[in-house]
């Protein structure tokens, strides 16, 4: 009996790694189908609203010219309320003027040309992806990335999120960081991190791929950044400081009951602390509370520090040496992957550069070179993106997949070829 099921398991990991890519196609032109089928279904013959952060941005920013203030969600809900949807602006004061044009525009003019920002941010994301990547079939790395985890990028698409055109910016700058034109790479970090604070993070890749040198224009553009945020602050006090009050909703217990969790390493812990939450009313575990922002520190605190010692070190020593650039992208791939899992909240939109660094490392790397049984592990976490639809799904498996490499460079298997 024993003997028959390991013949039948040693069957069927010949068959996943021997037809990998087969199966990769299936279920992605599987996710395909029914992706559009369901668009097809709800929104184009349904009445289901599409680009729903549009209407976030196009309500406040006519509330904006109305000589209104827009923070908080109240301001705002008479508008939203005519599409079923209950969001709120929470972007800083800058932002909320930069996007004050929508609100000079009727709603369906003010819309095509959001699309429009949107799609040509998304082509900009692919275009340079492609440059970074050197990747041959952009048409099947576009549907890959769109449709891994069941949709997660369509699902992004069609949000209308602002964070597109971040990722847009950033992809722009890891290009140019591969080409050692380091100043644009930290302009663009400095850009998205006007909008979105925590991309601030990403001024830290230089210095992993390169040594503290790089920390001197890390800091530079870390105080741009809080000088441009203080500005803010120093012109409009009553702005920037509803600006702040509604950050804090990203917290409180509301917040997380309507919109979820996030599917990242945070929000899973969140998930689990709120289920533990409502079981037994300690505070301990409210996933609003500030034991939780502590637990996130630590983890993300761990994995910086690990990440740094157990790959940067090593690749720094080796620097003087003729270094092939396909170390150097495994390294940016890696580094992207624990940067944007250790974001307080992860969205489908930020699956974007998640979902192209998987697959770089996953394709580059030694780790299928180590055995079949690594061969294995591998093929099947890849096939498992596409064919299970969870949102959180893709989250756990990169999560996994980064700690198996941080396993595997512990072990001394280099798995990005460092030594």
């Known amino acids: 009996m024993q003997s028959s099921i390991n013949n039948y398991f040693l069957s069927l990991k010949k068959f996943i790694i021997k037809n990998e890519l087969k199966l990769i196609y299936f279920f992605l032109a599987l996710a395909v189908f029914n992706n559009l089928s369901h668009f097809i279904r709800k929104n184009l013959l349904g009445d289901r609203v599409d680009f729903w952060d549009f209407h976030v941005y196009w309500c406040s920013a006519n509330k904006f010219l109305n000589g209104m203030n827009p923070y908080g969600g109240e301001t705002i809900k008479d508008c939203l309320s005519q599409f079923n949807f209950d969001l709120y602006f929470s972007y800083p004061p800058i932002v909320l003027k930069l996007l004050a044009f929508l609100g000079y525009l009727e709603l369906n003019t003010a819309k095509i040309i959001w699309i429009a920002i949107v799609g040509i941010s998304f082509f900009l994301i692919i275009y340079f992806l492609k440059k970074t990547y050197q990747i041959p079939r952009i048409i099947f790395f576009s549907f890959l990335i769109i449709f891994t985890g069941g949709g997660l990028v369509w699902g992004a698409l069609l949000a209308g999120n602002i964070s597109i055109i971040l990722y847009a910016i950033l992809s722009i700058g890891i290009c140019y960081l591969i080409k050692k034109k380091k100043d644009i790479y930290y302009l663009s970090v400095f850009f998205i991190s006007l909008v979105k604070f925590p991309f601030l993070i990403f001024l830290l890749m230089p210095t992993f791929l390169y040594g503290y040198k ?9 105080f741009l950044t809080l000088f441009i945020y203080y500005l803010q602050f120093y012109f409009d006090k009553e702005l920037f400081m509803s600006f702040l009050n509604s950050t804090k909703t990203y917290r409180d217990e509301g917040f997380l009951l309507i919109h979820g969790t996030g599917i990242g390493i945070h929000g899973m812990i969140d998930l689990y602390q709120n289920i533990l939450y409502e079981k037994t009313n300690v505070k301990f575990f409210n996933p609003s509370g500030s034991i939780t922002f502590f637990i996130h520190f630590f983890i993300s605190g761990t994995l910086f520090v690990s990440s740094y010692f157990l790959f940067q ?7 003087n040496k003729i270094i092939d650039v396909k170390q150097e992208k495994l390294l940016i791939s890696f580094f992207i992957a624990i940067f944007l899992c250790c974001f307080p909240r992860i969205s489908s939109y930020d699956f974007f550069l ?16 180590l055995g079949d049984n690594w061969n294995f592990i591998v093929c099947l976490l890849t096939i498992s993106v596409l064919a299970i639809y969870d949102s959180k799904y893709p989250a756990f498996v990169i999560s996994f997949f980064l700690f198996l490499c941080f396993y595997l460079q512990i072990k001394n298997k280099d798995p990005f070829y460092l030594k």
């Open 214 to 222: 790089e920390l001197k224009r890390s800091f530079f553009y870390l």
């Open 313 to 319: 070190r090593k690749y720094y020593t080796f620097q």
């Open 354 to 369: 998640l979902v192209s660094s998987f697959f770089y490392i996953v394709r580059n790397s030694r780790i299928k070179l």
